[in-house]
């Protein structure tokens, strides 16, 4: 049995700073890095996702700026941490994002089904396989290289049923929770004893690594794939993601853009109490190419590589390409149309991290845009709160000196309307998390009654 891949040796948050837990640090003291690493709902694990802030930063501006059955917004949502941290919280949540993975993860998290529902339908769907028995999918080679041909089988089968229904906006709760528990599982790391939680051969679980990158990292590494039983593996995956409480509103979801989804018909003006989110990073990002692996699972074939027809459909849609200019003059757009739907009294944040260019000087982006933006937006800034977590602590350490843009700095722009007075409810954040009902081995427990019909 091959061994496990290493893929990067070091913890990712070995050195904390004073009053930190995390490594991190912020100008305003430690703030959210003063709670561990792995704070926050069970729900939060479902799927990584390149670019993600953590929940403990959407649960310290949730609290400080907003109360229970107030309205939270997040429209570019990404993996969703915005709206279920707010949900869970008792927040009424609204939320989109123009991407597929991106939207299904959200919409997954904001309003998800009970367990009981979900092992049911997990239940139908292997019988159902069971009763198909084996088929001949038509598979990438970019896709059938990674996966053990039984595995491969039962994923196709999974994603078939899914596609039954081309649009996602018609998906079931349950179709959402099996795609984005599927899609967190789809790859990542072996144990060193050569087993594992995912289905794929050992490699990275944050992004996707480019098609001819992996295939010369299995050749090189002689890596084998390991047979997976799917439906074991996304039931041993629910148990972990349904460890607590899911009470709390559903919330509302959207698969489009920022601008669509802040127009008069869908959001009215001033009846948001809170915006936490963050814009996409100036040319940091192909998130096309960091989920090719995920994005096949959704049926959006061609993303693997520069020329496919998928690759170009994202690109197109997604702009991750700006200009500085042009990502000015969408920035300050978009914090125009968050001044519309915001109340007097309400509050955005917007976190956006630093870029740089190889061996060049760090551009503060957040601050330059302000600068020369903030002025026409109708806002008012309350803070600039700058995070820093050194980047070889974060994910995109593993790319050594190809990291690029990445940076150790991100910052929260603070804004309130220049007509308003916003309200901090808490004068210290409490980090209790009272939405906790499992321990430490409830997910196997679960797992093993699950799979014993009980």
Known sequence: MTMAVDWSSDAFFDS????????????????WHSASVRWGHSMHTMCSYHGMFPAKLAHYFIQKYSRPGDLVMDPFSGRGTTPLQARVEGRRTISGDLS?????????????????????YV??????????????????????????E??????????????????????SREDLMVAGSLAGIMHGAHRRDGTSQYLSISMPNTFSMAPSYVRKFISEKKLAKIEQNVFERLRDKLARLYLDDITGPDGETHVQDASALMSKSSVASGSVDLIVTSPPYLQVVNYGA???????????????????????TLDAALDHRHTYASYKGFMLRTMQ?????????????????????????????????WDEAGGETGFRLLDLIEDNLSVDKKVSRIWGETKGQATDRDCALVLARSDGNPVSYVENVDWDEPYKDGGPDAAHLRGRLARAGL
């Not at 904390?16 to 703030?31: A, I, M």
């Not at 299904?104 to 009981?116: E, G, I, Q």
């Open 100 to 120: 597929p993975l991106a939207y299904v993860l959200s919409r997954a998290k904001a309003s998800p089904p009970s367990w009981t529902a979900i092992m049911k």
């Open 337 to 369: 149309e968050m001044h519309r739907v915001l109340k007097t009294d309400g509050v955005a944040v917007l976190v956006i991290g630093d870029v740089a260019d190889p061996g060049k000087e760090p551009v503060a982006l957040a601050k330059k845009i």
């Open 290 to 312: 960091a989920n090719w692996i995920r994005l096949w699972l959704l049926g959006i074939d061609g993303v693997s590589r520069d020329g496919g027809q998928g690759r170009r």
């Open 123 to 148: 239940d139908e769907l292997e019988a159902a396989y069971n009763r198909a028995g084996r088929t001949d999918w038509d598979v990438p080679a970019d896709i059938r290289m990674l996966y053990h």
């Open 150 to 171: 039984h595995t491969l089988d039962q994923m196709c089968f999974v994603r078939d049923r899914l596609l039954r229904r081309s649009n996602f906006a018609d998906w």
């Open 16 to 31: 904390p700073e004073r009053d930190s837990l995390d490594g991190g640090t912020t100008n305003c003291g430690p703030l």
